[in-house]
T-cell receptor, first 115, second 116 residues
Framework: DAGVTQSPTHLIKTRGQQVTLRCSPK?????VSWYQQALGQGPQFIFQ???????QRGNFPDRFSGHQFPNYSSELNVNALLLGDSALYLC??????????????FGPGTRLTVT | GENVEQHPSTLSVQEGDSAVIKCTYS??????FPWYKQELGKRPQLIID?????GEKKDQRIAVTLNKTAKHFSLHITETQPEDSAVYFC???????????????FGKGTKLSVIP
């Protein structure tokens, strides 16, 4: 039973560039949530995708956008990168469908460094 | 929106002693409270959770208590072992259908060190 996977593991970008991060949910899950974790802080909710739509959004600017594909995998896109976007980006999968469960399981994260 | 406060930020205990981490939340609509353990460089791992219709839940050496009236919940680890050393995060989430639902709001974390 595959767990949550993310790619790439690490990424270094320059200010102003754009980046795309990818996430595959745990087998059987249909919902992907994205979180940003700055060093020494708890994860902060960015947004959540279910049925290929953004269902919830945290307090993040429009530079952060996403997508969910029919196979439930998801992408996080960040445009016009700022130094402050440097963080660990985590995705978490869960099940909101007919067999709803509360638990969210995290992937290993993508470490983004903006220089 | 929801705000979760977590204390203490660091905690050192002797191996075999108990550790307690406390969290408070602000949104009375929150009804799901998970705890995650994050080792250095690793993903947050769900270790235990509690729902608002339950006051206490145990899983071997780990227990969580919830006081909905006071809006606080706590993690208790008994007979601590060196492998319990990690950063622990509490979180809160409403699970009704509506704005803010199913999104986890995390505390800032507690770094637990278990001294052999």
């Amino acid at each position: 039973d595959a767990g949550v996977t993310q790619s790439p593991t690490h990424l270094i970008k320059t200010r102003g560039q754009q980046v795309t991060l990818r996430c595959s949910p745990k087998s059987g899950h249909d919902t992907v949530s994205w979180y940003q974790q700055a060093l020494g802080q708890g994860p902060q909710f960015i947004f959540q995708y279910y049925e290929e739509e953004e269902r919830q959004r945290g307090n993040f600017p429009d530079r952060f956008s996403g997508h969910q594909f029919p196979n439930y995998s998801s992408e996080l896109n960040v445009n016009a990168l700022l130094l402050g976007d440097s963080a660990l980006y985590l995705c978490a999968s869960s099940l909101l469908g007919t067999s709803f469960t509360y638990e969210q399981y995290f992937g290993p994260g993508t470490r983004l460094t903006v220089t | 929106g929801e705000n979760v406060e977590q204390h203490p930020s660091t905690l050192s205990v002797q191996e075999g002693d108990s550790a307690v981490i406390k969290c408070t939340y602000s949104d009375s609509a929150s009804n799901y409270f998970p705890w995650y353990k994050q080792e250095l460089g690793k993903r947050p791992q769900l270790i235990i959770d509690i729902r608002s219709n339950v006051g206490e839940k145990k899983d071997q050496r780990i227990a969580v208590t919830l006081n909905k009236t006071a809006k606080h919940f706590s993690l208790h680890i008994t007979e601590t072992q060196p492998e319990d050393s990690a950063v622990y995060f509490c979180a809160a989430s409403p699970t009704y259908s509506g704005a803010g639902s199913y999104q986890l709001t995390f505390g800032k974390g507690t770094k637990l060190s278990v001294i052999p």
